[in-house]
């Protein structure tokens, strides 16, 4: 592989931020993900997107000059500018049911058990969230689905590695890093 431009992606809940992140520290190499470029910091988080003009201005300032990086999340719609740039990208499936309980279990942690549960501040926006990746494996719902996805990964011109989200963390750091390290 001629460099380490690393892009994890898949579904909500599959472990893409995860491995991305694990990725990175275990080839000491930096780390971002695309929901730091999609969205505007707001408190609450994931209320405002940024133009997708800007994302890709911030994402060339920040980190695509530079010879090596790992990138994790999607950019269906909106980042193909950055196709190549990338030497790999992993993309992660992992089982609707896997991916839905980890969905729930992030949002409580990120938001509060409290915020999310019925009658909580976010209960409604989560459940609305949860509801729409729900629907990646059949594509009823408009964004980011498995059909897209796939269609997008056939076009890509550089090596695409498919791993299961729901294996242990270090096997799936171990398969990407065998695959970059060739």
Sequence with gaps: MKGRRIHVTGASGTGVTTLGRALAD?????????DDYFWQPTAP???????????????????????????SGGLDGWGDALIPHFDLVVFIVTPQEVRMRRL????????????????????EATESFL???????????????????????????????????????DALVVAARAAIEG
Excluded: I, N
């Design 26 to 34: 275990a080839l000491a190499l930096p780390h971002h993900d695309t």
């Design 131 to 169: 509801e729409w990746a729900s629907h990646y494996e059949d594509g009823s719902r408009e964004g980011r689905s498995l059909a897209r996805h796939q269609a997008w990964l056939a076009r890509l011109p550089c090596p695409v590695l498919r791993l299961d989200g729901s294996r242990q963390l």
């Design 45 to 71: 988080p994931y209320r405002t997107q940024r133009d997708a003009a800007d994302r890709l201005r911030l994402m060339r300032e920040m980190f695509l000059p530079r010879a090596d990086w790992v990138l």
């Design 104 to 123: 729930r279990a992030r949002e409580a942690a990120h938001f509060g058990a409290e915020a999310v549960a019925p009658g909580g501040w976010r209960h």
